[in-house]
Every structure is written in C-alpha cells, then in structure tokens.
C-alpha cells in the first residue's frame, strides 16, 4: 500500500488519489485514437475455481441468453455517434468461459464487425474441459485465430491445491494445435504450494512440446475474496521461481515477449493486456481511452437493466489527470518490456523526456532501462521491480476495486490511495 501511494504521488506529482467516480456519461470518445483494442466478458462458468478471481457466475442457459441481447444492445449503443466504421486492432473474448456461449459468438462478432474493421487477430479464453473437435471448428468458422488455454499446471497436485480437477490436457492440447490456430497461448500458475522449479520447468516443456506457441505465467496471488485452500509461496521464492522460469524458458530458445509471457521464435505474439486503448464490453469489463478508465458493473442482473433502459453499463469512472493517464501508459506498456517515446507523445501530448526525463535517467544508470531508437527497453531487472509492483498494484488496487464491485452493482465512488 506505502509503495502504490509513494509511486503514485513521485509519478503523478501530486497527492490526488485515483478516485473513481459513480456518475457516467453515456456516450465514449474513442473515434479518433489508434491502436485501438476491443474486449468481451463472457461471465459464465460450468463451476467455479476457488482460485478465480474473475467476475463470473454457475452457468444457466436462461440467463446467458438474455446476457447477450444485453451485449449486442451495449455494442450498439456505445457506438451509435459513430461517423463510420472504425479499425480496431484485436478483438478477445475473456471471462468465465467464453466457450459456453460458442453459438454465440459469431452473432457477436458480426455486430461488431457492423461498426469496425478489426485488423489483428480475434481471440478466445478457453477452459480446456471445453475443448472438442465441435468447439474448435466453430471458434475457426467466426474468424477466431487465437486461443488461449487456462491449465495454469499439468501437474497433479499442483492442480488439487488450486481447487481443480485434472483433464487429459495434453490431448485437448493436441485437439488445438491440428485445429490451426495462428496462436496458441497456455496459461500457467507458478509459486503454488509443493511446486518446484523442476515442476514449472515440466510443466513450460510440455506446453511447448505439445502445441503452444506461446505460454503465459501468472504468479499465484491469493485475492480477499477468494476461497483459497491453500495459500501462495512467499515473495521472494516468486522472484526466484520468475528467475529460473525465463532462464529455463531461455534454455530452450524461447523468448521473453512480456514480464509473463514467452514465446516461440517466428510465431505471431498476442497479448490480451497492452493496448494503448481499449473498450470493453459485458460486465465488468473496463475500457481505457485517451481522458478515462472506467468499469462497467459486476451484477448480470443490473447489467441488463441498465443496457435496456438504453444507458452504458458503467458503474465506476475515473477521469484522468494528464500525469495520470501518463502513468497509466507507462504501467501497462512496462508490462510489455517495452516504452516507445513516438506512441507516447501521440496519446499523451507531451514528450518522454520533458515528462520524465529525471526518471529515464535514473533508470538507465540503473540498468533498468535501454534505449533502442525512439524506444526504452526494460531488462530483466527492470521485469523482476515490475513483477513485485504489479503483484502490490492488485492487492491494493484491483483486489479493493473488484471486492467493492462484486458486492455493490454501482458503488458511488472509490477512492484509490
Ligand atoms: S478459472 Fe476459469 S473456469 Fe475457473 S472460475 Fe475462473 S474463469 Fe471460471
């Protein structure tokens, strides 16, 4: 919490909170900014994961249909200042589990294909229980090119301690890598109880052996509200365990494409999190434009309300500072390893170096920081800062803002020190 507070005061240069505001406006200004990205929440699951922090509910096929009348009205209605069709560069459907809405999703897909043109790939979470010859094919007739797989371990007891049952997840690995797909992501826990380097390192071969392209890993964090068992290994065993999955990852000619995400050479890279901007649609979906973060809220329920009495679904809004915003960018393309001076002088207004070149300065003497042309690369030291940072940043931040989220369907305000 003291380091959240004193980056945000060094970097913001101010002791204004981030704060969150109930009161919206109905109408989003993204026309004219580039690099734009497009999300989907699906909210629904078969059962849920006591790890999970995610907004999401029990399947029930009565409300998943009502649920998505509401998406295509939200679409609609997000969009309707449109002066025309806007290219949007990636399109990923998150959750729960998108696959049990999969005849949905062409319908929504080709409502949002009426207001843009998404040039990047389209992606899609998927539950490997889920994944059938069925589900596949349909995901490639709706144009879908990405899919990312939540294994989070092969192993055994890995799994039972984060409260899942094991799959035959190397054949539904396989089912995926002859399905094509131009992307094919394997998400991984690391610092679960008993999990050892040599279990994570297993665990990083056999999604590569078997059809990933690329694999992220996700430190085990223990949100409030969640029903963990058992409870995560201590930082500094995370920091070691970070270390010698990229040195493993490494080893086995494969790079680094984010502080958590590694890749095979020559394949295309997704990542579901950097983007300059980005909208977000169905609950608890979040959007970044140029002046604003807003979220919109948890409850199904209210959700469909809201969207039939033809208002956005938004539940909480914060209006950005200029300093804030630059942070804000900074944040999520450090996530990235890389900071391009070009792009954010574009979404900003102001250059790099006048904002913070103190900083830069600082960093590069550091080692944290290299300059490559109108671009600062982050090293591995700077990945380990960023590691703890953001793990700080979501139980301060993210763990406050969902546990008040999942609780109240459109808080009045909260305050983010
Ligand atoms: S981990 Fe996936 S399947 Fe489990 S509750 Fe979360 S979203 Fe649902």
């Not at 069709?85 to 729960?96: E, I, R, V």
């Not at 092969?154 to 690995?173: H, I």
């Not at 792009?343 to 490559?372: C, D, H, Q, V, W």
Request: hydrophobic share 40%; with cysteine.
């Amino acid at each position: 919490m003291f380091l959240t507070s004193l980056l945000r005061i060094l970097l913001t240069r101010s002791f204004k909170p981030f704060v969150f505001e109930g009161t919206y406006k109905n109408s989003l200004d993204f026309e004219t900014l580039e690099d734009l990205g497009l999300y989907v929440h699906i909210p629904f699951c078969r059962s849920l994961c006591s790890f999970c922090p995610y907004c999401k509910e029990k399947y029930d096929k009565g409300k998943a249909d009502s649920y998505k009348i509401a998406l295509l009205k939200e679409i609609d209605l997000a969009c309707e200042n449109m002066t025309g069709k806007k290219q949007a560069t990636s399109l990923y459907f998150g959750g729960g589990t998108p696959a049990l809405m999969i005849n949905d999703l062409e319908d929504i897909i080709c409502k949002l294909k009426e207001h843009f043109i998404i040039n990047g790939g389209i992606g899609v979470e998927l539950h490997p229980s889920d994944i059938t010859m069925d589900i596949l094919q349909k995901l490639k007739a709706a144009g879908v090119t990405m899919v990312s797989l939540g294994v989070q371990s092969f192993n055994g007891d890995c799994l039972q301690k984060l409260g899942r049952a094991p799959d035959s997840f190397v054949e539904k690995l396989h089912l995926v890598r002859d399905a094509g797909f131009d992307v094919v992501d394997v998400d991984l826990i690391f610092a679960i109880p008993g999990q050892t380097d040599e279990i994570l390192a297993k665990d990083i071969e056999t999604a590569f052996k078997n059809g990933a392209t690329q694999i992220s890993t996700y430190p085990f964090i223990d949100f409030t509200f969640a029903d963990n068992e058992y409870k995560p290994m201590p930082e500094e065993v995370k920091k070691k365990m970070l270390k010698n999955l990229t040195g493993y990852c490494r080893s086995i000619n494969v790079e680094r494409t984010s502080v958590w995400t590694f890749a095979k050479h020559d394949t295309e890279k997704y990542s579901s999190v950097t983007r300059d901007a980005f909208l977000g649609f169905g609950v608890s979906a979040t959007t970044l434009l140029k002046d604003i973060f807003k979220i919109n809220t948890f409850s199904i329920e209210e959700y469909i309300k809201r969207v039939n009495g033809h208002s956005l679904p938004t539940s909480l809004t914060l209006n950005f500072t200029k300093r804030q915003r630059a942070v804000y960018y900074l944040f999520w393309s450090s996530y990235s390893m890389k900071i391009n001076a070009d792009k954010f002088k574009k979404m900003i207004g102001t250059p790099l170096s006048e904002m913070y070149g103190l900083e830069i300065t600082f960093a590069e003497k550091a080692g944290i920081l290299k300059r490559n042309g109108s671009t600062y690369e982050l090293t591995d030291k700077a990945a380990y800062i960023y590691h703890y940072i953001e793990q700080v940043y979501t139980t301060a931040y993210i763990d406050k803002m969902w546990n008040i989220s999942r609780n109240i369907a459109f808080p009045d305000r909260i305050v983010l020190k």
